[in-house]
């Protein structure tokens, strides 16, 4: 009714020029041979009336075709709610575990995009992000089915959509749950193929990092596993006593890999203060040390290989009663093939740590050691058989049974000598 409302008003206002103008004035039109006079005010309604008509039928066409789009749009958007709310049922249904309906309502959403994009010429919003998510989940649900190629062929086709105006950051997310799938499947050479074929940027990002570490801890590559805790500690994905553990526990785990002395001491020197001042690190070294340097025959360079050792196991000597047994026992296992080499001044800090803890069977055992070394019989038997007795690890208790049946045989107490070398073969090999 605008558009009659309109032509009311127009009419009126014609009307109303016509009576206020001098209506004498002619307009005369000449059509060949004839004459036509018409009135100037006539002449001006009837200008203003084809303005307004061509005005209007410009506004009908506009309106037509707005209309037209308009309904278009509408049915695109019917569409994409559907196609949305597949999708997010997919989702729903995969987190619920429900993987094959999963991949049936993600299958669908998949077509009715594809549909609509063919029928009506028009993208949907987001088309290559949805498309990406819907591969995402059929590849996320085959997956867990453990239906593997079809997962794989799946990624690659989320991996191969163009996602020049969207989609992108679907598609890196894609590429990182994939890593995640290969690591879960414990398939360490897929993850770490998946891994290189990351954009630099992605690579960069803390679920990339995680990875890292799991691949890593997969391989058993402890180095580029402490670098992976390390940079993770450093974006605050570790925080706290359990970041420290597991560097100083990796730490350990690359020191008893490295192959040389050279590699050896290129880590320790390289190690972080907070990473190499404890008892399980230096106690590490020491053994793999002692396992690349074998204390040699010549006198001065046994005794230099033993100083050096002993000056790296001093911290952890002064904390004894701050270890555990494990690491008690470690480090007497440690100082044992060094007590010929000791100076006076260690010797007299273990008798004085085994008066200070009588009951202790591991300063009972590197006591009495120490004593046999320097052939102290009277002072060494009985500390050996206590330890021989009260020792928890089961080749210490053993060792303690070799060193009375010898100390027995060098005194021609042959008896005592058979006894003794019957109840170390008789120790279990493990407790």
């Not at 597991?246 to 990473?275: C, H, T, Y």
């Amino acid at each position: 009714m605008k558009w009659l409302s309109s032509l009311v008003v127009w009419v009126l206002a014609g009307v109303a020029l016509a009576w206020a103008l001098d209506n004498t004035a002619m307009v005369s039109l000449f059509v060949g041979s004839q004459r036509i006079d018409l009135s100037l005010n006539l002449v001006m309604i009837a200008l203003v009336a084809v303005c307004w008509l061509l005005l209007s039928l410009k506004n009908l066409s506009a309106g037509l075709r707005l209309a037209a789009a308009k309904a278009k749009w509408g049915r695109v958007q019917r569409v994409e709610r559907g196609a949305m709310a597949l999708l997010v049922d997919s989702i729903s249904l995969h987190l619920a575990g429900r993987h094959g309906k999963a991949l049936s309502a993600a299958s669908e959403a998949l077509l009715a995009m594809e549909r609509q994009s063919v029928a009506d010429g028009m993208q949907l919003p987001r088309l290559a992000s949805s498309r990406v998510l819907a591969l995402w989940v059929m590849a996320e649900s085959s997956q867990s089915m453990r239906n593997l190629d079809q997962a794989q062929a799946h990624l690659d086709a989320a991996l191969a959509l163009d996602v020049r105006n969207d989609g992108a950051t679907a598609q890196e997310g894609v590429m990182l749950r994939s890593l995640r799938w290969a690591l879960d499947v414990r398939n360490a050479p897929l993850a770490s193929a998946r891994l290189l074929a990351l954009p630099k940027a992605v690579s960069r990002r803390i679920q990339a990092w995680r990875s890292r570490l799991d691949l890593a801890q997969l391989q058993d590559k402890p180095l580029a596993a402490l670098e992976a805790v390390r940079t993770l500690t450093k974006h605050g994905a570790f925080t706290g006593f359990a970041s420290l553990s597991l560097q100083r526990s990796l730490a350990v785990k690359v020191i008893n890999s490295v192959d040389d002395e050279a590699g050896l001491q290129a880590f320790w020197k390289s190690l972080p203060a907070i990473e190499r001042d404890t008892a399980d690190a230096s106690l590490a070294w020491a053994k793999r040390y002692l396992d690349f340097n074998a204390l040699s025959e010549q006198a001065d360079v046994a005794k230099a290989t033993a100083q050096r050792v002993m000056k790296q196991l001093q911290p952890v000597w002064h904390r004894y009663d701050d270890l555990t047994n494990d690491q008690q026992i470690r480090l007497a296992v440690c100082i044992e093939p060094l007590v010929p080499y000791l100076e006076q001044e260690w010797v007299a800090q273990v008798e004085l740590a085994q008066a200070q803890h009588t009951s202790d069977a591991v300063l009972q055992y590197l006591a009495a050691q120490t004593y046999m070394q320097r052939q102290l019989w009277g002072k060494a038997k009985p500390l050996l058989e206590r330890s021989a007795k009260g020792l928890s690890n089961t080749s210490l208790r053993r060792r303690a049974w070799v060193s009375l049946a010898t100390m027995a045989t060098e005194q021609g107490d042959l008896p005592a000598a058979a006894l003794a070398w019957q109840a170390g073969a008789q120790l279990p090999e493990s407790l």
